[in-house]
């Protein structure tokens, strides 16, 4: 388990860089949005009130994201909790600001 507060900011991160990726109305689609952040991050978002499977066929909780780091579960993230291979939050962040930013310029 990781504190409330450091995990707030890394689902937080995570749904910033999935917008500026595109993400929207992720409620519509019929599973989940799926994103590569990098080549060594990449997310799968469920927006609906109902745990989806990825295409990796793992569950998504509700409201939530589950992140794969060089295609191993990396954690399993929520606004207000979750679980995550030590070291994992602070590297997410760094990645998911990395990659806004990249996709920021290209929209310049």
Same mark, same amino acid.
């Given at each position: 388990?990781?504190?409330?507060?450091?995990?707030?900011?890394?689902?937080?991160?995570?749904?910033?860089?999935?917008?500026?990726?595109?993400?929207?109305?992720?409620?519509?689609?019929?599973?989940? %949005?799926?994103?590569?952040?990098?080549?060594? %991050?990449?997310?799968?978002?469920?927006?609906?009130?109902?745990?989806?499977?990825?295409?990796?066929?793992?569950?998504?909780?509700? %409201?939530?994201?589950?992140?794969?780091?060089?295609?191993?579960?990396?954690?399993?993230?929520?606004?207000?909790?979750?679980?995550?291979?030590?070291?994992?939050?602070?590297?997410?962040?760094?990645?998911?600001?990395?990659?806004?930013?990249?996709?920021?310029?290209?929209?310049?």
């Amino acid at each position: 388990m990781i504190p409330a507060g450091q995990l707030s900011a890394c689902f937080l991160a995570v749904v910033e860089w999935a917008l500026a990726a595109g993400a929207q109305q992720i409620e519509r689609l019929p599973g989940c %949005w799926e994103g590569a952040i990098d080549a060594e %991050w990449s997310v799968a978002l469920n927006g609906h009130a109902a745990p989806m499977p990825d295409s990796r066929g793992n569950l998504v909780p509700v %409201w939530s994201a589950r992140v794969y780091r060089d295609g191993e579960p990396a954690a399993c993230l929520a606004l207000r909790e979750g679980v995550a291979l030590p070291g994992v939050e602070d590297a997410l962040i760094t990645a998911c600001e990395a990659a806004k930013l990249r996709l920021m310029v290209l929209d310049a």
